[in-house]
């Protein structure tokens, strides 16, 4: 996407002096939407929630039992990403077992509300199933597991699915692959990366396959190794299409102000490129409410990320990690952190809300 910058500036300048609480009490009534407000071809997406730390929560699962949330996630987004129910743990819980209920219903979902689906993920060093992080399998039995999930997975899906994260947080923050929690690059060394893509792609020709991690979200040591693995698998005629920046931020830190630079040189390489997971964490004021600043300075980095994706031609993917305080992975897994999203636990918008809508209308006009 490339926008007219001008015009895209003017307004996210008017839409972070928004009044705070521009929502009425009943939070999504005004007719505007996301996914409307897109320019053509855009996909703005969110994680679906359930599984992984949603299990541990006081409430049942929200994609089935959160009407509220079911209608939201329907209106205002073109793409959806299961958020843990497409990993390892939940879809293949046993070694001869798929469980494909949960990811089933979301695709289904998406289709009915006229969404794509990001598919997330197949080779990743968390959140694998106990039977094969403790089995004892010889190198050739874990090549067999791998191509025979990505082979099933994908292939259920086939033509369903717009991009897969096929190969997840392949390197550590020192650029280095993780040569040791990875199950996969440890036991059967870093060319089965090359080999996962194509297994996918021989499942599901149509799909865009990704690598996908966090922090690279600037120029640094581990977005230079992707850039220098893109163009070794390039070379090899391996079927990457693919490279996306998670985007989990803080307002701890400044905003990744590289990040287009960033983006544009994966698209020079030929890739296209995303968002995939973006949320703005803050600390936890006292009191317990954001205040005023706080949140203009969230909805900042919410315009921002949006800004770099749109004005890179091949950016067509923009993914909030989930829209509502309510589901967020990050009070559970930061101390002291939390109201990343954009909308409250009770779905009213919030300024990074209004920000990434009148950016995206912007970018529609331009
Ligand atoms: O949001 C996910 C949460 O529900 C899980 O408990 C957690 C377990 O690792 O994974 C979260 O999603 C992660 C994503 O799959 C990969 N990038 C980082 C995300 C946040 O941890």
Not at 185 to 204: K, N
């Amino acid at each position: 996407m490339r926008p007219v910058r001008s015009a895209i500036a003017a307004l996210a300048t008017a839409a972070l002096s928004l009044p705070l609480i521009a929502a009425a009490p009943h939070s999504d009534a005004q007719p505007d939407r996301l996914r409307s407000a897109a320019p053509e071809g855009f996909f703005v997406g969110t994680a679906v929630a359930g599984g992984g730390h949603h299990l541990e929560q006081d409430y049942p699962d929200p994609f089935t039992h959160d009407k509220e949330y079911r209608r939201i996630l329907g209106r205002q987004f073109n793409s959806v990403s299961p958020e843990n129910q497409m990993k390892w743990e939940f879809i293949h819980p046993e070694r001869d077992r798929y469980d494909f209920g949960a990811a089933d219903a979301i695709v289904a979902f998406a289709e009915k509300h006229g969404q794509v689906v990001r598919g997330h993920t197949l080779l990743w060093h968390s959140q694998n199933p106990q039977w094969l992080e403790q089995g004892d399998f010889s190198k050739e039995e874990l090549r067999g597991i791998l191509r025979e999930h990505i082979t099933t997975v994908v292939g259920r899906y086939a033509g369903r699915i717009q991009q897969w994260d096929v190969a997840n947080e392949i390197f550590d923050d020192q650029g280095r692959l993780r040569t040791q929690d990875n199950i996969w690059i440890r036991e059967l060394g870093p060319g089965i990366v090359a080999d996962a893509f194509r297994w996918a792609h021989e499942a599901d020709p149509e799909a865009k396959l990704f690598l996908n991690d966090y922090n690279v979200e600037s120029v640094n040591t581990k977005s230079n190794a992707y850039h220098a693995l893109v163009q070794d698998l390039l070379k090899q005629g391996v079927p990457v299409h693919g490279f996306s920046a998670q985007a989990h931020l803080s307002t701890r830190y400044g905003f990744p102000g590289d990040l287009e630079a960033n983006l544009r040189r994966f698209d020079a390489l030929g890739l296209e490129t995303a968002i995939t997971e973006l949320d703005v964490r803050m600390d936890v004021p006292e009191g317990g409410v954001p205040t005023e600043a706080q949140q203009r300075r969230q909805a900042e980095y919410y315009q921002r990320a949006l800004s770099a994706c749109l004005a890179v031609d091949g950016c067509d993917s923009f993914t909030i990690w989930g829209f509502t305080d309510k589901y967020s992975w990050v009070p559970v897994f930061f101390e002291g952190e939390g109201f990343a999203n954009v909308m409250t636990d009770d779905f009213v918008r919030k300024p990074a809300f209004y920000a990434l809508r009148d950016t995206l209308k912007a970018a529609r006009k331009g």
